[in-house]
């Protein structure tokens, strides 16, 4: 059993304020695996402390730019020398198959840092002014809080660590108290790397020392990917305070299969697309739209298709599916499965009953004759629980495809992909794919409606960690 007793709070390695702790279980065997430090309040005050000492008087914030890009290089180098085995641990600790732990979880990852580390923006530009000329400069944010949900730990670590350390922030890291284990190889590679004392803390907690660490008066600008219900308290604490905030939230994405399409090539991508890591992924395609021409055909594809998939250990190479994270997430699922088919929707495959007995395993699930007014085809479930709804022409693909509170991700599967991209630009959300689905560093992460606020990745993730300072003076 892997054990911690120590936090990593300022770049060094502290005893706790308190005395709880956080057992880690495997989704597999149901049998304790780690136990770490549960964090307190105590241990918060202390973390955000040291942050903002460093960033009010420490180096950090005042090194050249370069200079903070060769340290996230140089963490990068580091994470890629250690990336098996950190994919190896998340699967372990939440039940990832490992060949999503290699590319979602960890490959993914690697890619950010990477990106980061070589991503320069002009910190300093003159403009025109009506007086004379302006000088524009960006400046980092300040103690940044990020919150950490259990799906994906490391890559979304990365998508708030990066940019945060690239833009000269401090930061404090709040894994979720589910996957605790994978920080603390990230926190030995941090001292390595060479990040200065007092830049980077973390504390694997709760939900209540996690809303501590949101309201203490220290931080500057939070970095929250979870629920959108968590997201809406972390919003309005931040309204009320005026702190910056970057909110990545849920949503509830619609594949359009358009009829052109080729359903052994969807099928194959929609695999991933749509029950990745489980189904437990805010991008996950779970509505799939399909004309009613085809609606038959696409049926038995994808039934057939999520029945090829094979479902157990996750440290298997060849499993696709695995378990969910925890007991009460696959009640949770189980339960969209019942309202499901208390709503009149047809079981095409799956349903009641599980897989194991052993493990917190459910049956992949696909729902036919499903309308889009449905809880199932609504509500985000997160496992593997597919809903296929009729379409009539393509306007009304688009239609159901917005009609959601949610605007996250989705696709567009057609023969067409000058058309797909047609349909691309009407589709309500933040990131959309044509006969693909990728998140790509380069480029902008986030929602529309429900599904958050601000963007992730690319320049503009950057940005987001940036203040904007405007300094006239006369010709």
């Keep these: 059993m892997r054990q911690h007793d120590r936090l990593y709070i300022g770049g060094e390695w502290v005893a706790p304020a308190g005395t709880g702790t956080i057992d880690v279980v495997s989704p597999h065997t149901?049998?304790?695996?780690?136990?770490?430090?549960e964090a307190t309040p105590a241990d918060v005050d202390r973390a955000v402390a040291a942050a903002r000492e460093a960033f009010d008087h420490g180096p950090w914030p005042r090194m050249d730019p370069a200079e903070r890009r060769a340290v996230v290089g140089r963490l990068a180098a580091l994470f890629g020398e250690r990336m098996q085995d950190m994919a190896e641990l998340i699967t372990e600790?939440?039940?990832?198959?490992?060949?999503?732990?290699?590319?979602?979880?960890?490959?993914?990852?690697?890619?950010?840092?990477?990106?980061?580390?070589?991503?320069?923006?002009?910190?300093?530009?003159?403009?025109?002014?009506m007086l004379g000329p302006?000088?524009?400069r960006r400046e980092p944010v300040g103690v940044v809080a990020a919150i950490v949900p259990w799906n994906v730990p490391q890559f979304i670590i990365a998508l708030k660590l990066a940019p945060a350390l690239v833009a000269g922030c401090t930061i404090v890291i709040k894994p979720a108290p589910e996957t605790p284990l994978d920080a603390y190889p990230l926190a030995e590679m941090l001292t390595e790397a060479?990040?200065?004392?007092?830049?980077?803390?973390?504390?694997?907690?709760?939900?209540?020392?996690?809303?501590?660490?949101?309201?203490h008066p220290g931080v500057d600008k939070v970095a929250f990917t979870g629920s959108t219900a968590a997201g809406?308290?972390?919003?309005?604490?931040?309204?009320?305070?005026?702190?910056?905030?970057?909110?990545?939230?849920?949503?509830?994405?619609?594949?359009?299969?358009?009829?052109?399409?080729d359903l052994d090539a969807t099928m194959g991508w929609l695999k991933l697309a749509s029950l990745m890591n489980n189904g437990q992924a805010c991008i996950a395609q779970t509505r799939v739209l399909a004309s009613r021409g085809r609606y038959d055909e696409v049926v038995g594809a994808l039934t057939e298709t999520v029945r090829g998939m094979?479902?157990?250990?996750?440290?298997?190479?060849?499993?696709?599916?695995?378990?969910?994270?925890?007991?009460?997430?696959?009640?949770?699922?189980?339960?969209?499965i019942r309202i499901g088919q208390d709503e009149g929707a047809k079981v095409a495959l799956g349903g009641a009953g599980r897989p194991y007995d052993r493990g917190w395993y459910v049956t992949p699930t696909v729902f036919a004759g499903v309308s889009n007014d449905m809880r199932i085809a609504r509500e985000e479930i997160f496992g593997p629980v597919l809903t296929v709804i009729p379409y009539e022409d393509e306007d009304d693909a688009v239609r159901i495809a917005n009609d959601s509170d949610y605007g996250l991700a989705g696709t567009v599967w057609t023969a067409d992909a000058d058309h797909g991209l047609d349909i691309a630009r009407r589709v309500r959300t933040g990131t959309?794919?044509?006969n693909t689905y990728m998140i790509e560093s380069s480029s902008p992460f986030g929602g529309y409606k429900s599904s958050g606020v601000g963007r992730e990745l690319g320049p503009e993730g950057l940005s987001a960690y940036l203040e904007y300072k405007s300094i006239a003076r006369l010709a």
């Excluded at 149901?30 to 430090?37: A, L, N, Q």
């Excluded at 004392?197 to 949101?214: M, P, Q």
């Excluded at 809406?232 to 299969?257: D, F």
């Design 432 to 434: 959309y794919g044509v």
């Design 93 to 129: 600790e939440m039940g990832s198959p490992i060949s999503f732990s290699q590319l979602g979880q960890t490959g993914q990852a690697l890619a950010v840092y990477g990106y980061f580390s070589e991503l320069d923006v002009p910190w300093e530009e003159e403009r025109a002014g």
């Design 134 to 136: 302006v000088t524009v």
């Design 310 to 336: 094979r479902v157990g250990d996750p440290a298997d190479p060849a499993t696709e599916i695995g378990p969910l994270v925890a007991a009460r997430q696959r009640e949770r699922v189980e339960n969209y």
């Design 194 to 215: 060479g990040v200065p004392k007092g830049v980077v803390s973390i504390v694997a907690a709760g939900r209540e020392t996690g809303e501590h660490l949101v309201r």
């Design 30 to 37: 149901e049998e304790v695996i780690g136990r770490v430090p």
């Design 232 to 261: 809406r308290r972390i919003g309005a604490i931040c309204g009320e305070q005026l702190k910056r905030c970057t909110l990545e939230l849920g949503g509830k994405s619609a594949a359009i299969i358009c009829d052109d399409a």
